[in-house]
């Protein structure tokens, strides 16, 4: 009886507090307190509709109800069919439109949405949206992102000073009108951490710290931003999202999950961003490589993109339901990766909000579904089966010769999974009837969304005339789409927040203008993609300090308006390679096969079928375990530990965008991961081989790891720790020894070990501080 | 204990509650380690009319312990007796019954396809009546506290599609797994554990894998994902302070970065420090928290026996099976165990008996455990594979030895406590053991009860995701009322 009181007290509290933030949030939204003196349609009232109507009222024909569609102006103003003296919408007047009048009632059987539906009913304000654009006319517009982007001219902005490039002028010109003015430039040190982290995926060195600091030339910052965007690392950290997004993986996925001979496709994406491949050319090669005119080795190793999907290796299964499986897989991809749209959704139905038809979709569908591949190939076997046909062989020879960048360390036989069409004739594809494999509809032929861009038929019907057709100057998506993950990357979340979803459920662009300008230009200047890099970090946006005062954080708690520098934890394999970089144990070498670094044993052993090579984690030794976190092999059904816990994609599917989350078994890893605790001791044994003092030698480890020197109470906190750990180990022999004993790298003999292991205790401290794995 | 997480859930809307009032940074949240999504205002409170961590209703149940049997135990040799597979022995399944029922790769190509009934016998048991076969007869003295349905079906008929769609309520996809969804919608009971975990084991029997994408949190935060429990010294990944280490070392190194970490919030002002400080105390009180709940040797014998000896031997059916009573008295929402070696297209008598005997002791401990703590009013337990088994042999039937390949079109599964009906059998197949004749029960119908039961409307859990509104059920499932007390 008392639990059920305190229930009750619960619930009541709870929703007195809910409907307390709700109100607080609301006057926080963007502008949502007061209505627009000019109603926009894109902007103001198709979020609305769209995310409470169009599931019964809109695209999907076959759940539409009262044969009413609300997603189109011609079929909205018509007269009701259940009705015909009534109009859902009659432009000027609210109170003769019937949408208005539904959503607005009292009467909960005429209610709109209806309460049956669970969706949530339209608040007052939406409701005074919705009748204000009545009253201006109803006007409807094309979806802003399927309208293509236009350059705006800059916007005049007051203080002229702050921008240093056209990125700074469409941001401030927000802020000015929020009343926001921008931070003041970060500081040196942080800077240079956030620049680093950002092109190479790992911390500055020291050297590179010291010569930044020293270097009070103008320019100093551009020559540093030069330096790492052509180092070799800047590849590395540029792949790792393409790696999401193409769902890259070493294992076949499903059910035995053996393992596959994918990564020479990955050292291709990695040498195609270190030669600065324009992006036109990045995704071309990759969906139509095997299809281009004189094709050359490279460019069909490129297309492995389109086979990086799992592939089932299950005895008895039927085999067309995997093939459409994997056709379905790579339509999706391209929706969602290369056009930022959920076509997906129409693959069992018209899409309930887009204009995409489910006949689109399966047109779509058509363009990948002429592959010369089995749903089954094999069964798990021996290395013949670590790809799967069409596929490519590489001899050493190539690598030698044409495939410089292939890491490949021995003579055996490197077989990749690449693309290839029927050569003679084109498969029939037809829609598929609530997306079920066997259940064919309506045949249909190679087509693309007309909502989009209807497909040239002076284009070839294949994968390259569908690449022809995404570079069109006039596709609404591919630029924004890209830009927009780029900035995403950057700055922690994309102008597009939703950047999987430019429809109409996604969010809109926090600033529209910069969204357009910056696709136009990267356009324009050859899809250039080192070139947009260094715009954007060298912006006026991207170098403010990520300090938030306490206003700042109530008016923008999110940063939408970017009145602060970037500032969140780093990636999953960023946070390995920052400990592996900044102790001095990371080996540089780039690509290669996958390699199994420390892991907690039992994780393959018991998730098994017993059959195939990744049964049982063998782990590697030597420089194997000191690679970045990018090489760790990565088993579909048992994806490294540790970063899966860090947010790391499990590369199921595609993936454009990671959750940053906050977990204690985060905190476990730092305090207790093998690899943290060996770096800790490694670095620990480096300071205290120099030939300084204590203070100097934290100071060191602290620069290493944090990126910036230690104030003097940071460094009190550490040399007081340090002596009391001292203090209390030098008694202890034993207790050192364990300490020590962890990691397979040498530890040095000639040290005191009271002091080494004091040293490791310190220095673990300053690995498991909340700025060392954060982007400042 | 319900109290203090909603009220702990108050003091915390992430960083913007922390704006607003301006709260110091101590009060920052255990709010937000229990329910984390509580007050995610982007999230649900304008998606749908529910508050995430707390029920809609009245739950009946507060946590789930779900006894997954993985490969898709036989229900002919179990749960579902028909005498007429015996009588029929050796003759052709008729077309009549078949009714164009697609087949997996592995019979498909068979050219006879004959009936097999259960090499082993059948009983009637408790005030039910209900009919077990000999290989489980310690479940079958708890028949009057389990509720049989043995009207499931599913639409897979392989193994990985299947159990992804058990779990998750779609056969592909990387959706949250049904402990994801439920972490989500009701936040953990107890500060020091995660509140969806995960025991594996693994009979003798023909095995399949598992995978983590079982319990992956999908698109939900990762602080819903299942924390795997395994047998070694590390119960959960990475939870031991190295060797050399006492807590103490812990204790005062901790008080040290927490220091620092305060220096740097002055500076940052940035709400996710003082988050990052709480997250290392929690992973502080799980250390001590996890093996104090993982430790089994201070059972009392009785309960040793009633488990079985296997039950001290870590990594077994029988001792996940314990743990798993250990964790759901500690407050974890959702326990998660999966035992492999269920998939008998061949030598099904000595390998289902086998696997019959690893788990049936251990399966019925665990209801009476439950049952004798008063815990079984307020825990529902699941046992049951991923689908069911043919009436026909696979591959050459002999007088000692036959195969049951897969059959999605019924199967049975049982439910103990958490407001389901004790004492009843549900549902029916024809003799022929192949349709089901009355009472069919979808596996997202299954999943709309269970949600039920813990006080979750299944239409009204929803996350919405790159624009659209995500169901453990997607978009079918009713709750089978006839299964609830």
């Given at each position: 009886m008392q639990k059920r009181l305190y229930y009750i007290i619960g619930l009541f509290i709870a929703i007195a507090a809910l409907i307390y933030s709700c109100s607080w949030l609301e006057g926080d939204k963007n502008g949502e307190a007061e209505i627009p003196d000019e109603v926009s349609?894109?902007?103001?009232?198709r979020p609305i509709l769209s995310d409470r109507c169009f599931a019964c009222h809109g695209p999907d024909a076959n759940k539409r109800e009262a044969g009413l569609r609300l997603d189109i102006a011609e079929e909205a103003y018509k007269a009701l069919k259940d009705n015909p003296q009534a109009h859902a919408l009659v432009p000027g007047d609210p109170k003769l439109s019937e949408v208005y009048l539904r959503i607005s009632t009292n009467d909960s059987t005429q209610l709109m949405p209806p309460p049956a539906s669970n969706l949530k009913r339209l608040s007052d304000h939406e409701i005074a949206v919705i009748e204000k654009w009545i009253k201006q006319g109803a006007k409807y517009e094309k979806h802003w992102a399927f309208t293509p982007p236009k350059k705006a001219k800059l916007p005049e902005i007051d203080n002229t000073e702050w921008p240093r490039n056209e990125i700074d002028y469409f941001v401030l010109n927000l802020q000015e009108k929020k009343g926001l003015e921008p931070n003041p430039e970060a500081d040196k040190e942080r800077l240079l951490k956030r620049v680093s982290l950002d092109l190479t995926g790992l911390p500055p060195s020291l050297e590179l710290q010291n010569s930044f600091l020293t270097d009070n030339s103008a320019n100093a910052y551009e020559k540093v931003v030069d330096k790492l965007l052509g180092s070799k690392a800047y590849g590395e950290k540029m792949s790792l999202h393409w790696l999401d997004v193409a769902r890259y993986a070493d294992s076949h996925g499903y059910q035995d999950d053996n393992y596959r001979t994918q990564w020479p496709w990955r050292d291709w994406v990695i040498h195609a961003f270190n030669t600065n491949l324009s992006y036109d050319k990045f995704i071309t090669w990759q969906l139509a490589g095997d299809l281009m005119p004189n094709a050359t080795r490279e460019q069909l190793l490129a297309t492995g993109f389109n086979r990086n999907h799992k592939i089932t290796e299950e005895g008895g299964v039927i085999d067309e339901e995997y093939r459409v499986e994997y056709v379905t897989d790579r339509t999706n991809t391209f929706g969602k990766a290369l056009l930022g749209v959920t076509i997906e959704c129409a693959h069992c139905h018209d899409h309930k909000y887009d204009p995409f038809s489910q006949k689109e979709y399966y047109s779509l569908f058509s363009f990948f579904n002429n592959v010369k591949e089995v749903g089954m190939e094999s069964v798990v076997g021996g290395p013949e089966t670590f790809a799967k046909k069409p596929l490519m062989q590489i001899s050493n020879e190539e690598v030698k010769n044409v495939l410089t960048f292939i890491n490949k360390p021995d003579t055996s036989k490197l077989i990749v999974s690449v693309m290839g069409d029927n050569p003679d004739s084109v498969r029939k594809t037809y829609v598929l009837n609530r997306g079920v494999y066997d259940q064919h509809g309506e045949q249909v032929t190679a087509g693309t969304p007309a909502s989009i861009m209807p497909f040239n038929k002076k284009l070839p019907k294949n994968r390259l005339g569908l690449s022809m057709w995404l570079f069109d100057?006039?596709?609404?998506l591919t630029a924004r789409v890209f830009v927009n993950q780029l900035w995403q990357e950057i700055f922690g979340k994309g102008i597009v927040k939703t950047s999987g979803d430019f429809g109409m459920q996604g969010e809109l662009p926090s600033n529209p203008q910069l969204l357009d300008w910056l696709a136009v230009d990267f356009r324009e200047h050859g899809w250039n993609i080192k070139r947009l890099v260094k715009q954007i970090v060298t912006s006026a946006t991207y170098r403010q300090s990520a300090v938030v005062t306490k206003e700042k954080l109530a008016k923008d708690p999110d940063n939408v308006y970017l009145a602060r520098g970037p500032r969140f934890r780093i990636q999953a394999e960023f946070v390995r390679d920052m400990v592996l970089a900044s102790s001095g144990l990371l080996v540089k070498t780039i690509g290669g096969p996958s390699v199994k670094p420390y892991q907690p044993p039992g994780l393959w052993e018991a998730a098994t079928s017993g059959r195939g090579l990744l049964t049982d984690y063998v782990q590697d030794h030597g420089p194997k375990l000191y690679r970045r976190g990018m090489y760790t092999l990565i088993k579909r059904t048992v994806p490294p530990p540790g970063m899966g816990i860090f947010d790391a994609s499990n590369r199921d599917q595609c993936e454009v965008k990671r959750s940053t989350t906050n977990t204690p078994l985060q905190a476990l890893i730092m305090m207790n991961d093998p690899a943290v605790l060996e770096a800790s001791r490694v670095l620990a044994a480096k300071v205290l081989q120099e030939k300084t003092q204590t203070r100097d030698k934290l100071v060191k480890a602290f620069r290493m790891v944090v990126c910036r020197t230690p104030n003097d109470k940071e460094l009190k906190v550490l040399t007081d720790y340090y002596a009391a750990q001292l203090q209390a180990l030098k008694r202890n022999e034993a207790k050192c020894k364990e300490l020590l004993s962890v990691g397979e790298y040498p530890v040095p003999e000639k040290l005191n070990i009271a002091q080494l292991a004091a040293m490791m205790q310190a220095v673990n401290v300053i690995y498991n501080l909340e700025e060392t794995i954060t982007k400042t | 204990m319900e109290k203090e997480i909603i009220e702990h859930g108050l003091t915390y809307n992430r960083r913007r509650f922390l704006s607003s009032l301006s709260l110091g940074i101590g009060s920052i949240a255990l709010g937000s380690l229990l329910i984390p999504d509580i007050f995610k205002g982007s999230q649900s409170d304008d998606v749908a009319d529910f508050i995430p961590g707390l029920p809609m209703f009245a739950p009946k149940a507060k946590r789930v312990i779900y006894l997954f049997q993985n490969g898709a135990p036989s229900q002919l040799e179990s749960f579902d007796y028909k005498p007429k597979l015996r009588d029929m022995w050796g003759q052709e399944l008729p077309a009549s019954v078949r009714q164009g029922q697609k087949l997996t790769g592995m019979t498909a190509g068979q050219s006879s396809f004959p009936l097999v009934g259960s090499y082993y016998d059948f009983k009637q048991y408790g005030e039910s009546r209900a009919w077990i076969s000999d290989l489980f007869p310690y479940t079958a003295k708890i028949v009057d506290d389990l509720c049989i349905v043995r009207s499931m079906y599913t639409e897979a008929i392989n193994h990985d599609p299947a159990l992804t769609f058990f779990q998750t309520g779609a056969q592909q996809g990387n959706r949250p797994s049904m402990g994801a969804w439920v972490s989500y919608g009701l936040g953990s009971e107890n500060k020091n554990l995660p509140a969806f975990t995960v025991l594996l084991s693994k009979g003798k029997g023909n095995g399949q894998g598992v995978y983590s994408k079982l319990w992956t949190n999908g698109f939900l935060d990762s602080i819903h994902q299942g924390v795997q429990f395994s047998k070694g010294e590390d119960p959960v990944l990475y939870l031991s302070d190295p060797s050399g280490l006492n807590r103490h070392d812990r204790r005062k190194m901790l008080d040290e970065v927490s220091k620092l970490n305060h220096m740097s919030y002055e500076e940052f002002g940035d709400p996710e420090i003082s988050a990052k400080i709480q997250q290392y105390e929690m992973a502080y009180r799980m250390q001590t928290a996890v093996p104090e709940v993982t430790d089994l040797s201070k059972e009392p014998d009785d309960i040793v026996k009633m488990y079985g000896p296997d039950c001290l031997v870590p990594g077994t059916y029988a001792a996940n099976c314990l743990l798993a009573r250990k964790l759901s008295e500690n407050g974890v929402r959702f326990v998660q165990l999966y035992h492999q070696g269920w998939d008998q297209h061949g030598r099904l008598p000595p390998e289902m008996a086998t696997q019959a005997k690893d788990t049936d002791q251990a399966s019925a401990a665990l209801v009476t455990d439950l049952k004798q703590r008063g815990l079984l009013d307020e825990t529902l337990v699941i046992w049951g594979g991923e689908f069911g088994r043919t009436n026909y042999s696979q591959g050459k039937l002999e007088k000692d030895n036959y195969g049951r390949d897969h059959h999605p079109r019924c199967f049975s599964i049982w439910m103990a406590g958490g407001g389901i009906k004790p004492g009843i059998v549900y549902g029916e197949t024809d003799d022929f053991g192949y349709n089901i004749v009355s009472n069919p029960v979808h596996v997202h119908d299954f999943q709309a009860t269970v949600l039920n039961q813990l006080g979750l409307d299944h239409e009204k859990l929803i996350y919405k995701h790159l624009g659209r509104r995500y169901r453990l059920t997607d978009v079918s499932g009713k709750v089978v009322r006839d299964l609830i007390a």
């Open positions: 349609y894109n902007f103001d009232v100057k006039n596709n609404p | -």
